[in-house]
């Protein structure tokens, strides 16, 4: 029987299952319906990337901006699908290029640091990966 308080183990049962382990004895870490945590974080982690928006920085929509740079809808779409993949393969700040601009993006922060167009200069540095869309 259990003596958790909000689902947390109370001192009794760590103490035995230390004890358990101690004596080399299989020891059952998770309650009935509970999950472990690299579960509970694999879902934390899928939940955030899924509903986190695509954040731009105040460099990147001055940078915008000052270049007359604009996203239609269709290519905000695939400057997220970008993300995503450079997100997937583990980059950490990608250079996604989409038609004639290209964006620096955090990918761990989902956010885009600044935008070039096609009469910038095309020098990319501290990047770890690159994406085409």
Same mark, same amino acid.
């Given at each position: 029987?259990?003596?958790?308080?909000?689902?947390?183990?109370? *001192?009794r049962?760590?103490?035995?299952?230390? !004890?358990?382990?101690?004596?080399?004895?299989p +020891?059952? #870490?998770?309650?009935?319906?509970?999950?472990?945590?690299?579960?509970? /974080? !694999?879902? =934390?982690?899928? +939940?955030?990337?899924?509903?986190?928006? %695509?954040?731009?920085?105040?460099?990147?929509?001055?940078r915008?901006?000052?270049?007359?740079? $604009?996203?239609? $809808?269709?290519? %905000?779409?695939? /400057?997220?699908?970008? #993300?995503?993949?450079?997100? !997937?393969?583990? *980059?950490? !700040?990608?250079? +996604?290029?989409? $038609?004639?601009?290209?964006?620096?993006?955090?990918?761990?922060?989902? =956010?885009?640091?600044?935008? #070039?167009?096609?009469?910038?200069?095309?020098?990319?540095?501290?990047?770890?990966?690159?994406? #085409? +869309?």
């Amino acid at each position: 029987m259990s003596n958790s308080f909000n689902n947390f183990p109370s *001192i009794r049962e760590m103490t035995s299952r230390v !004890e358990q382990q101690k004596q080399g004895k299989p +020891v059952q #870490v998770k309650g009935p319906g509970s999950i472990s945590f690299a579960e509970m /974080l !694999e879902k =934390t982690t899928k +939940v955030q990337g899924q509903t986190e928006p %695509l954040k731009f920085s105040k460099h990147a929509n001055l940078r915008m901006e000052s270049r007359n740079l $604009d996203l239609s $809808d269709e290519q %905000l779409g695939r /400057l997220k699908d970008g #993300v995503a993949k450079a997100s !997937e393969k583990g *980059i950490k !700040e990608s250079l +996604v290029m989409l $038609d004639d601009m290209a964006f620096i993006v955090n990918v761990t922060n989902n =956010t885009v640091i600044t935008a #070039v167009g096609s009469t910038d200069e095309k020098i990319f540095t501290n990047i770890d990966g690159a994406v #085409v +869309v």
